[in-house]
């Protein structure tokens, strides 16, 4: 079976993706526990960590704790795609791409009030998480928690 040129450069693209990510997991490991908890602590988007502390600190008054999310375990065990979560929109398509990093959600998605298109930060939240575990507990897929707050937001 012959395969076109541009099947082998998408392949390759994948694999440097694939390596770049491996390798920050790697060293995000082999930093010491310390470091971790430093960076991770009130971070939104700390690069390279598998553990993040997705905070309420950008609200006037914190009804609700922080919730605690893992990369690791939405990539691996769920299958969820850097895509899902991540963006960048431009004429409708995204364009975020890994190597050019994250921003906090609340650059784009104010806490208190719909933005342009871009809704409000608590509602961007349950878009993606709350609705991504709903559908899929609706498919019968292995998923995390979505009816109460208390489930997935620590006790403050």
């Given at each position: 079976?012959?395969?076109?040129?541009?099947?082998?450069?998408?392949?390759?693209?994948?694999?440097?993706v694939?390596?770049?990510?491996?390798?920050?997991?790697?060293?995000?490991?082999?930093?010491?526990?310390?470091?971790?908890?430093?960076?991770?602590?009130?971070?939104?988007?700390?690069?390279?960590?598998?553990?993040?502390?997705?905070?309420?600190?950008?609200?006037?008054?914190?009804?609700?704790?922080?919730?605690?999310?893992?990369?690791?375990?939405?990539?691996?065990?769920?299958?969820?795609s850097?895509?899902?979560?991540?963006?960048?929109?431009?004429?409708?398509?995204?364009?975020?791409?890994?190597?050019?990093?994250?921003?906090?959600?609340?650059?784009?998605?104010?806490?208190?009030?719909?933005?342009?298109?871009?809704?409000?930060?608590?509602?961007?939240?349950?878009?993606?998480?709350?609705?991504?575990?709903?559908?899929?507990?609706?498919?019968?897929?292995?998923?995390?928690?979505?009816?109460?707050?208390?489930?997935?937001?620590?006790?403050?």
């Amino acid at each position: 079976m012959r395969v076109k040129g541009s099947v082998w450069v998408f392949i390759l693209a994948i694999a440097i993706v694939f390596t770049i990510a491996m390798v920050g997991n790697i060293r995000a490991a082999g930093d010491s526990k310390e470091s971790e908890e430093k960076t991770v602590e009130g971070s939104e988007g700390a690069q390279g960590l598998d553990l993040m502390i997705i905070s309420n600190d950008v609200y006037e008054k914190d009804r609700k704790g922080p919730v605690t999310f893992s990369h690791r375990k939405h990539a691996k065990d769920y299958g969820i795609s850097c895509w899902d979560c991540h963006h960048v929109y431009e004429d409708g398509v995204n364009t975020w791409s890994p190597w050019e990093g994250a921003e906090k959600c609340s650059e784009c998605h104010d806490p208190d009030e719909k933005m342009d298109e871009a809704v409000k930060l608590q509602t961007a939240y349950h878009i993606n998480c709350k609705n991504c575990h709903k559908t899929m507990a609706g498919e019968k897929k292995k998923t995390g928690p979505y009816r109460k707050c208390l489930t997935c937001h620590q006790k403050k």
